[in-house]
């Protein structure tokens, strides 16, 4: 049973470009969710997908935004990218059905910013 | 009032002792606490969680003490290995609606052979 999967695993890309982050959930699972992991803190959620829409959103400006596709995978967009925005980005899979609570990570896609 | 607080920054044990690590909240809405695990250029994995209705819950050698009344909650690595050196983050969210978790701020544990 194939896990969270993410990609690209690492992107460098230069200030003021656009970049698409990508994450298959969990199978079984239909709801995902980002968020951003700086340097030595904690995850910092970005926001959440269910049925193709974005259901609840954290502290982040409108450069981030989203989709999700029918087939439950999604991807995250962030365009005029700032130093700011290095980070790993980590996609988490959960189920609206059973224990919804739980929330399974990916590996993370480590964004440098030049 | 989102925040959870997460102490200590950073923890040192010989094998087969037992690091404890701290949270704290301040919202009472929060009604379940997962800890996760994360090693170095990996996600976090999802360790134990525990809702409030319990004062504690074990799992393996991972034990979560809480305490509703003083609004904390703890994680207890029983018979520590080198191999559980890794960050621990807590973590809160609440039961009504879509889930998003609230993170601390992490504890880089290092279990010494």
């Known amino acids: 049973d194939a896990g969270v999967t993410q990609s690209p695993t690492h992107l460098i890309k230069t200030r003021g470009q656009q970049v698409t982050l990508r994450c298959s959930p969990k199978s079984g699972h239909d709801t995902v969710s980002w968020y951003q992991q700086a340097l030595g803190q904690g995850p910092q959620f970005i926001f959440q997908y269910y049925e193709e829409e974005e259901r609840q959103r954290g502290n982040f400006p409108d450069r981030f935004s989203g989709h999700q596709f029918p087939n439950y995978s999604s991807e995250l967009n962030v365009n005029a990218l700032l130093l700011g925005d290095s980070a790993l980005y980590l996609c988490?899979?959960?189920?609206?059905?059973?224990?919804?609570?739980?929330?399974?990570f990916g590996p993370g896609t480590r964004l440098t910013v030049t | 009032q989102q925040q959870v607080k997460q102490s200590p920054q950073s923890l040192i044990v010989q094998k087969g002792g037992i690091p404890i690590i701290n949270c704290a909240y301040e919202n009472t809405a929060f009604d379940y606490f997962p800890w996760y695990q994360q090693f170095p250029g990996k996600g976090p994995a999802l360790l134990i969680a525990?809702?409030?209705?319990?004062s504690e819950k074990k799992e393996g050698r991972f034990t979560i003490s809480f305490n509703k009344s003083a609004k904390q909650f703890s994680l207890h690595i029983m018979d520590s290995q080198p191999g559980d050196s890794a960050t621990y983050f807590c973590?809160?969210?609440?039961?009504?609606?879509?889930?998003?978790?609230?993170f601390g701020t992490g504890t880089r544990l290092l279990v010494s052979p």
């Open positions: 525990i809702r409030p209705d319990v």
């Open positions: 973590a809160a969210s609440t039961g009504t609606g879509f889930q998003k978790l609230v």
């Open positions: 988490a899979s959960s189920s609206r059905q059973g224990l919804a609570y739980e929330q399974y």
